[in-house]
């Protein structure tokens, strides 16, 4: 699977940005999704993923009631909106996919995932 993300750019704080992640060579439809960030300087974290064994969205508490992940399966494409946006939300933002799998094998929040795309940068600046 082949993924690209695109939206990014530049935004004032409290502004709002979404981003875009199309898949090709594989149907979206069949794969969970996370997002994934990497600010300067830090290590990449995982920001909102459906769970690879049940589709269930775990977000970490810095974007929760901020940024949403939804999918468009007919446009093959997932998306990340985010508002309320904040300096420390400064980053390059990665999409990953992983097929889903059985329920009942175990996958850490935002672990596993094998595809993704090569970034999309998101800066937040007054």
């Known amino acids: 699977l082949h993924l690209v993300e695109s939206g990014g750019g530049l935004v004032q704080p409290g502004g709002s940005l979404r981003l875009s992640c199309t898949a090709s060579?594989?149907?979206?439809?069949?794969?969970?999704i996370g997002w994934f960030r990497q600010a300067p300087g830090k290590e990449r974290e995982g920001i909102l993923c459906?769970?690879?064994?049940?589709?269930?969205?775990t977000e970490i508490d810095s974007v929760k009631g901020r940024f949403t992940l939804s999918r468009d399966n007919a446009k093959n494409t997932a998306y990340l909106q985010m508002s309320s946006l904040k300096f420390e939300d400064t980053a390059v933002y990665f999409c990953?996919?992983?097929?889903?799998?059985?329920?009942?094998?175990?996958?850490?929040?935002?672990?596993?995932?094998?595809?993704w795309g090569q970034g999309t940068t998101v800066t937040v600046s007054s």
């Open positions: 060579g594989g149907s979206l439809e069949f794969h969970a």
């Open positions: 459906e769970s690879i064994s049940t589709g269930e969205i």
């Open positions: 990953a996919a992983e097929p889903f799998g059985p329920h009942y094998v175990y996958h850490a929040p935002c672990a596993d995932f094998g595809s």
